[in-house]
Nanobody, 119 residues
Framework: QAQLLESGGGSVQAGGSLRLSCAAS????????MGWFRQVPGKEREEVAR???????IYAASVQGRFTISSDNAKNTLYLQMDSLKPEDTAMYYC?????????????WGQGTQVTVSS
């Protein structure tokens, strides 16, 4: 299983942008399932965006049009570009990677990076 390390979280005002990065210890490419999740204390984890070669890219309705998932295979890094941030986007964000199609689940998880959006 790959080790994943997120970075790029922080505090930003509403309307601002952040780019989260997720560096993998092993090679990842578009044959992998890649995803971003977020969680607020006391609430269930929410899937924000995911990609696999079967279904392509899927976004949660709450972030559609504002967030973009991408990857750089040469750097073994997954990204989440977050624009037009809203206070309700405040959460701990986690990246995850799976060995195949996403319906098979995710094998590796990062430790999380905090995103705080103020109004």
């Amino acid at each position: 299983q790959a080790q994943l390390l997120e970075s790029g979280g922080g505090s930003v005002q509403a309307g601002g942008s952040l780019r989260l990065s997720c560096a993998a210890s092993e090679y990842i490419d578009r044959r992998n399932c890649m995803g971003w999740f977020r969680q607020v204390p006391g609430k269930e984890r929410e899937e924000v965006a995911r990609y696999d070669s079967w279904q392509g890219t899927i976004y949660a309705a709450s972030v559609q049009g504002r967030f973009t998932i991408s990857s750089d295979n040469a750097k073994n890094t997954l990204y989440l570009q977050m624009d037009s941030l809203k206070p309700e986007d405040t959460a701990m964000y986690y990246c995850a990677v799976g060995g195949g199609y996403c319906y098979r689940g995710f094998d590796s998880w990062g430790q999380g990076t905090q995103v705080t959006v103020s109004s």
